[in-house]
């Protein structure tokens, strides 16, 4: 066994939600470090923007270097990383993905059902407006696998309810400035609107911000994705009712130890589910106080 390794861990852009996921990855090797006496690095590298072409390039960067495991968090359907992941792991290389789904067998991933978590947003979101208004949904990365069955299992929750029409909320592309301005154009364009869903972690931040400018707190419900620091106090100042998050520092976490397993030659399993909290005014204190 070796007893010196080094991990990376491949986000789709530099976000504090991918910090939280370093940080879950930094206390799996320290723990690994404690029980095995492995030394293991943990480098991050993030694309500057949520694009393919550079999160390719992140990609073949990382592998070229011989890590002993590379964990991928994809920005576009994994289809399209297949040849590089297929080349790296050619070259003695394991990758897994986190917070993605798995296309094919044989590639772990480290994630939740995200089309369940979409749809527990939606199901939050109805009863607080009565099951009938304006609801508008903003896309994160509209290519990411996560993010899109997010946004389609929101999409099929709102279709069963008929008093509901949904509204155009928006591409943030991951990025919290811009889910901002989305938001604050589409409160604009639509001041009767009742409802606000988003598919990553940067929506709430940026819709929530809108909301508060706009003077529409209370008015326009919101349900979030996600539960960093920032979503958290605006569930605790009231400005978003609640979120179905993700648990991003089991997914940094398990990812490392996935990738522990392979280095040692193990067979690791097809999925790790780490599972959805919902984050509410009752238990948001909880939350807070972990960070």
């Known amino acids: ?42 480098d991050h590298a993030a694309p500057s923007s949520a694009d393919l072409t550079e999160q390719k390039s992140v990609l073949a960067k990382a592998a070229a270097a011989r890590p002993d495991g590379i964990a991928i968090d994809p920005v576009d359907a994994v289809s399209t990383m297949m040849q590089l992941i297929h080349e790296s792991r050619e070259r003695g290389v394991p990758i897994i993905l986190f917070d993605s789904p798995s296309p094919e067998p044989g590639l772990t991933s480290v994630g939740n059902d995200f089309a369940q978590q979409g749809g527990i947003a939606a ?16 896309q994160g990365v509209p290519t990411a696998p996560n993010h899109k069955a997010r946004y389609e299992a929101q999409i099929s ?7 509901i029409s949904i509204v155009d909320g928006g591409i943030d592309n991951d990025d919290i400035q811009t889910a901002q301005q989305q938001a604050a154009a589409v409160l604009a364009s639509t001041p009767d609107l009742r ?6 972690a940067s929506g709430p931040i940026g819709i929530a911000a809108a909301i508060k400018h706009a003077g529409k707190v209370g008015t326009v419900k919101v349900v ?15 400005i978003i009712d609640s979120s179905s998050s993700t648990i991003p520092r089991m997914q940094g976490s398990m990812s490392i130890l996935m990738l522990w397993q392979a280095s040692l030659g193990a067979r690791i399993p097809q999925t790790i589910d780490t599972g959805i909290d919902v984050i509410t005014m009752d238990n948001v204190d909880s939350f807070l106080a972990a960070l």
Request: hydrophobic share 45%; aromatic share 6%.
């Open 195 to 200: 409802g606000y869903l988003c598919c990553d």
């Open 123 to 138: 199901e939050r979101l109805v009863p607080l407006i009565g099951a009938r208004g304006k609801v508008a949904i903003m």
């Open 1 to 42: 066994m070796k007893k010196n390794l080094r991990f990376v861990i491949i986000s789709k852009v530099a976000h504090p939600w991918f910090d939280e996921v370093h940080k879950g990855a930094l206390l799996q090797a320290e723990l690994l470090k404690g029980q095995v006496g492995v030394d293991i690095i943990v």
């Open 157 to 163: 929750v709102l279709r069963r309810y008929p008093d």
């Open 224 to 238: 979030g994705i996600d539960g960093i620091r920032p979503i958290l106090e605006a569930i605790k100042d009231g």
